[in-house]
């Protein structure tokens, strides 16, 4: 077997138009040189690509899980507002219908040893009274 190249042009070794024909044993040993290179090369771009996704891959997981947080936050806060609103409601219906109780004829006694509750009785708006020098709730 001849190097690259051994073949002359002027002789010409057949095949369509005197063409020379390709030296497949040079080709595949070129080839087999170059394998474990373009092996590598192929590996490394592949390893790039997996690389630039994973990247992304974790910048779009950090988009969603904020945007999971923020959801969850105003769910939760959605979830508060409903349970005090309905606590409000409850404890207001508890004490009109505690007055009326009262206005029937039942004693805050009675009402008592059957067990319902009394501190719902004060009316709205009222506080209290504020013993010397203890500061209201946000005050400073």
Excluded at 1 to 27: F, L
Excluded at 90 to 115: N, S
Excluded at 130 to 138: E, K, L, R, S, Y
Aim: one cysteine or more; glycine letters at 10%; a positive charge.
């Amino acid at each position: 077997m001849g190097n690259v190249g051994d073949e002359k042009c002027s002789q010409p070794t057949g095949g369509a138009g005197g063409r020379i024909r390709p030296n497949r044993e040079v080709d595949r040993r070129a080839l087999d040189a170059l394998g474990p290179h373009v092996q590598a090369i192929r590996k490394l771009a592949e390893a790039a690509t997996e690389r630039a996704n994973a990247e992304c891959g974790v910048d779009t997981a950090r988009e969603h899980a904020a945007e999971l947080v923020t959801r969850a936050r105003s769910g939760g806060a959605d979830l508060i507002r409903t349970a005090e609103t309905a606590r409000r409601d409850a404890r207001l219906t508890y004490r009109d219908l505690f007055a009326t109780a009262i206005a029937t004829g039942w004693t805050a006694e009675q009402l008592d040893a059957l067990g319902y509750d009394r501190i719902l009785l004060r009316p709205r708006g009222h506080r209290p009274p504020n013993p010397a020098g203890v500061a209201p709730d946000g005050a400073a």
